[in-house]
């Protein structure tokens, strides 16, 4: 039978426990307007959500009976009966992202929509079981830094770096094979005994970006994700767009094998400078105010460039996005050396330049793949 987190969500969290739902459809956008304007009057959601006050009350009256909401009064009242300021319980729910990434695995534990604490471990051998066990060590390390139990958390997001295949399988890296082809959602799910929604971790972290970075202001994005590979999501209406077989955005795809060493992937960087004197350099080492003085950088920035282009002009040609951000775990001197490099193809017509979208930095540099992860499960079930 196929995997179905839903079917693994504690009743608790649960609306109805016969059609296995935690919030029905009115329930979820009401919750995402609060979420999005914490502290919005419960007369202002008439509107925007098409609902008659009597249902609109009703809703809020059942969600604050179930705890999801908070009530306060403001200070300063409009004429008229008084209405309450709505904001969500943060400890309503916890959920936790985990991210799977060549050399480290991240873990980000969320309340109801806010990011409470992260950690990295070290991603290393290669056995699956082994790793998922420090995984589980870690959740517990989380948790009780918030004095916080498994029945906590609504459901775990799991990020794996990798070409998204059938199910929760991810076809990974070579440094990740023993996670590679495995549907690794239910596996984890048994680990952790709580529900689990998988991903590729390009895509989460655009995710982390669209809610906390640049996506406040920006609806329509690309996130080139500089990782030990070179892959990215697209951003659209303020939500990842993931494509029919969810690749939407695996940039490598632009290059041909031949062409493997010529990306402004972080793993070329790595064998770059290896072949330099520093042997034993991970991808951690990286993230160095140094960085830019190492003998061989500005060569490699030298030769990846024209790849760099590449990308970014079928990124323009393809989805006209309004701004372009480089981010995973690309150093920001890096990024702006890049930026500086960009040139897009942009021949005039009748002596006009047609518009091209901004180039950025990434705002979320912590763990974004992590941060992404945690919304997956209030996206699929509250938001």
Same mark, same amino acid.
């Given at each position: 039978?196929?995997?179905?987190?839903l079917?693994?969500? !504690?009743a608790h969290?649960?609306?109805?426990?016969?059609? *296995?739902?935690?919030?029905?459809?009115n329930?979820r956008?009401l919750?995402?307007l609060?979420?999005?304007?914490p502290g919005?009057?419960r007369?202002?959601?008439?509107? $925007?959500?098409?609902?008659?006050?009597?249902?609109l009350?009703r809703i809020?009256?059942?969600?604050?009976?179930r705890g999801m909401?908070?009530?306060s009064h403001p200070?300063?009242?409009?004429p008229?009966?008084?209405s309450?300021?709505?904001?969500?319980?943060?400890?309503?729910?916890?959920?936790l992202g985990?991210?799977?990434?060549?050399?480290?695995?991240?873990l980000c534990?969320?309340?109801?929509?806010?990011p409470?604490e992260?950690?990295?471990?070290?991603? !290393?051998?290669?056995?699956?079981?082994?790793?998922?066990q420090r995984?589980?060590?870690?959740?517990e390390?989380?948790?009780?830094?918030r004095?916080?139990?498994?029945? =906590?958390?609504l459901g775990?997001?799991?990020?794996?770096?990798?070409?998204?295949?059938?199910?929760?399988?991810?076809?990974?890296?070579?440094p990740?094979a023993h996670?590679?082809?495995?549907?690794l959602?239910?596996?984890?799910?048994?680990?952790?005994?709580l529900p689990?929604?998988?991903?590729n971790?390009?895509r989460? !972290?655009?995710?982390?970006?669209?809610?906390?970075?640049v996506?406040?202001?920006?609806?329509?994005?690309?996130?080139i994700a500089?990782?030990?590979?070179y892959g990215?999501?697209?951003v659209?209406g303020?939500?990842?767009?993931?494509?029919?077989?969810? #690749?939407a955005?695996?940039?490598?795809?632009?290059f041909?094998?031949?062409?493997?060493?010529?990306?402004?992937a972080? %793993?070329?960087?790595l064998e770059?400078?290896?072949a330099?004197?520093?042997? #034993?350099?991970?991808?951690r080492d990286?993230? #160095?105010?140094?960085?830019?003085?190492?003998?061989? *950088? %500005?060569e490699?920035? /030298?030769?990846?460039?024209?790849a760099?282009?590449?990308?970014?002009?079928?990124i323009c040609a393809?989805?006209? $996005?309004?701004?372009?951000?480089? %981010?995973?775990e690309?150093p920001?001197?890096?990024?702006r050396?890049?930026? =500086?490099?960009t040139?897009?193809?942009?021949l005039?017509?009748?002596?006009?330049?047609? /518009?091209?979208?901004r180039?950025?930095?990434?705002?979320?540099?912590?763990a974004p793949?992590a941060? %992404?992860?945690a919304?997956?499960p209030?996206?699929?079930?509250?938001?």
């Amino acid at each position: 039978m196929k995997y179905d987190p839903l079917n693994h969500v !504690a009743a608790h969290f649960l609306r109805d426990t016969q059609s *296995v739902r935690v919030a029905s459809r009115n329930e979820r956008d009401l919750l995402r307007l609060i979420w999005k304007s914490p502290g919005i009057e419960r007369s202002d959601l008439t509107e $925007p959500l098409d609902l008659t006050q009597q249902s609109l009350h009703r809703i809020v009256a059942r969600l604050h009976e179930r705890g999801m909401l908070i009530f306060s009064h403001p200070e300063t009242r409009r004429p008229g009966p008084p209405s309450p300021e709505l904001t969500l319980r943060k400890d309503w729910c916890l959920t936790l992202g985990i991210s799977v990434n060549v050399g480290s695995i991240g873990l980000c534990l969320m309340g109801f929509g806010e990011p409470l604490e992260k950690m990295e471990i070290q991603q !290393a051998g290669s056995s699956l079981s082994a790793e998922m066990q420090r995984i589980e060590a870690a959740v517990e390390e989380l948790l009780a830094r918030r004095s916080a139990k498994r029945r =906590d958390v609504l459901g775990v997001g799991l990020a794996v770096a990798g070409h998204r295949m059938l199910e929760t399988a991810f076809n990974c890296p070579l440094p990740l094979a023993h996670w590679s082809l495995i549907d690794l959602a239910p596996l984890l799910g048994e680990q952790l005994g709580l529900p689990v929604w998988a991903d590729n971790v390009a895509r989460t !972290a655009a995710l982390a970006e669209a809610i906390f970075g640049v996506g406040r202001d920006v609806a329509d994005f690309a996130y080139i994700a500089h990782l030990h590979g070179y892959g990215g999501g697209l951003v659209s209406g303020g939500m990842p767009f993931r494509g029919n077989f969810g #690749n939407a955005g695996e940039f490598s795809v632009l290059f041909g094998r031949q062409d493997y060493e010529e990306r402004p992937a972080l %793993g070329v960087l790595l064998e770059h400078l290896r072949a330099k004197g520093r042997s #034993n350099l991970t991808l951690r080492d990286l993230k #160095n105010d140094d960085l830019m003085d190492w003998d061989g *950088v %500005g060569e490699w920035i /030298d030769r990846v460039t024209p790849a760099h282009n590449r990308a970014i002009n079928a990124i323009c040609a393809i989805f006209d $996005p309004a701004l372009i951000v480089l %981010g995973g775990e690309l150093p920001h001197s890096l990024a702006r050396m890049l930026i =500086d490099r960009t040139e897009f193809n942009n021949l005039p017509r009748h002596g006009v330049l047609r /518009d091209v979208p901004r180039l950025a930095v990434a705002q979320i540099i912590d763990a974004p793949g992590a941060i %992404g992860a945690a919304l997956i499960p209030l996206f699929e079930t509250v938001l």
